[in-house]
């Protein structure tokens, strides 16, 4: 399977598009966010911290008591020990999406206890989400958004 990859150019900041084999790239570079309820979440910031420099993780993690939002990069040998430090310190049905590169795309390491969405409090409870809607359905919400006053996150 092919995967986009960025390529740097030396002493340049322009980079191009290239495909990039998941069976030739050195490095994974993941995305993911999950909303979940965590009473700790400095607690777990500085176990993440520990665990994934052991890791050679580098990139960004939010965290705070409803969810976490993630970019992060690693060697590609060091994909499945990553996702299993999640599930053992978070939460085992994170969705992940895995793309390849041959570089390390981050520079450093940065995990912070913040605000994920704006608007978006402590007080709100990541087990009460919608279910999946049909396009049709969501066309049909949006031309009476006047009278089913829909929240749309972004």
């Known amino acids: 399977m092919l995967i986009l990859k960025i390529v740097q150019f030396a002493n340049s900041n322009i980079g ?14 993941v995305s ?15 176990t993440l911290k520990t665990r994934l420099s052991d890791l ?22 060091n994909l499945n020990p990553t ?6 310190t978070y939460c085992d049905d994170i969705e992940y999406k895995i793309h ?8 450093k390491l940065r995990i912070t ?12 409870d990541p087990s009460k989400v919608g279910s999946h809607i049909s396009p049709e359905k969501w066309n049909e919400i949006l031309d009476n958004r006047e009278s089913t006053n829909p929240l749309i996150l972004d």
């Open 16 to 29: 191009s598009v290239r495909y990039c084999s998941s069976k030739t790239s050195k490095f994974s570079v």
């Open 32 to 46: 993911f966010y999950k909303f979940h309820k965590y009473e700790e979440p400095q607690k777990l910031v500085e």
């Open 56 to 77: 050679d993780v580098k990139g960004r993690i939010q965290i705070n008591s409803i969810g976490i939002n993630s970019q992060i990069c690693m060697p590609h040998s």
């Open 83 to 88: 996702k299993d430090t999640f599930s053992e």
């Open 100 to 107: 390849h590169a041959n570089f390390q795309v981050f520079k």
């Open 113 to 124: 206890n913040k605000k994920l969405v704006d608007g978006m409090g402590d007080d709100f």
